[in-house]
């Protein structure tokens, strides 16, 4: 019999080992997820065939309690989610890009910055609401988780830029916004890209805290809620993993989206 050896650099290779990984990482989720509710022995903590049983019915039935669909949950939780996305990124991009290109500048907002980010964003979750609506307010609590990683980032990344091309955009006679638009802006384009994956993963951990104050909504993080209050664990877990999955396609998607960019800039094989 052949033996079929791993290359690295085959396209077909490097998918069948990401797949087999894959599964073989969530058999042993699963496994160690089964050990620890039946060692534990925990009523709000539920083996996993109850909360896939929960999900299947949750996929099939929907919210019978309050007669909604989980795709009526999704859609509400989605639209909050982008429209957080959307302020995080148009505030995120040219405040980052300035501040990592002008040093003082940088140096006089860092203590405002340092002071705001840490606060968890579900302690704004009810001065946004109140302040801002029911419209607004939960998309301001998402942008918040999503803004801060693609902040850091992107400054990050100005000042990862070569001295070189500056020195040398310089010398061709570039100008500020010449240099800016040319030179920063697209060597910061990975960083950007970097931020923004990583922060659409928190942007989804933020929608319960979002979604607890703005009941009206629905939203996924609701239904999580009214699962939890009435004590039905599986359900809550379905909840859960429906979060989780949504999270795991934007952010694949920002992967792709990064991959794809970085190879057409050149950064990447």
Not at 47 to 55: I, Q
Not at 201 to 207: A, F, K, L, T, Y
Not at 257 to 269: D, F, Q, T
Request: charged letters at 15%.
């Amino acid at each position: 019999m052949a033996t079929i050896h791993y290359d690295e650099n085959n396209r077909k290779h490097r998918f069948v080992r990401s797949v087999v990984v894959l599964i073989l990482s969530l058999i042993t989720f699963v496994l160690v997820w089964w050990f620890i509710t039946y060692m534990a022995d925990l009523n709000a903590f539920p083996t996993p065939d109850k909360v896939f049983d929960a999900l299947i019915k949750l996929i099939r039935d929907g919210d019978t309690m309050n007669h909604h669909t989980l795709w009526e949950y999704i859609s509400s939780s989605f639209s909050t989610f982008l429209k957080g996305f959307a302020i995080a990124f148009a505030i995120s991009v040219p405040l980052g890009l300035l501040l990592g290109y002008i040093g003082i500048l940088r140096e006089f907002t860092a203590p405002w910055i340092e002071v705001v980010r840490p606060i968890a964003p579900i302690a704004w979750a009810p001065i946004f609401i109140i302040s801002f609506g029911l419209n607004l307010g939960p998309a301001l609590v998402v942008s918040v988780g999503i803004f801060f990683p693609m902040l850091t980032s992107i400054i990050f990344g100005v000042q990862r830029i070569d001295k070189n091309w500056i020195d040398a955009s310089k010398t061709l006679g570039a100008g500020q916004l010449q240099m800016f638009t040319k030179v920063v802006l697209p060597a910061t384009v990975p960083y950007i890209l970097n931020g923004m994956k990583v922060g659409l993963g928190v942007g989804w951990m933020c929608i319960v805290a979002a979604e607890l104050y703005a009941k009206q909504l629905g939203g996924i993080g609701h239904y999580l809620l009214i699962m939890t209050d009435n004590g039905l664990w599986a359900n809550a877990f379905a909840a859960i993993i429906v979060i989780a999955v949504l999270g795991l396609m934007t952010t694949g998607v920002a992967e792709y989206v990064s991959k794809y960019v970085s190879r057409r800039m050149g950064l990447e094989a």
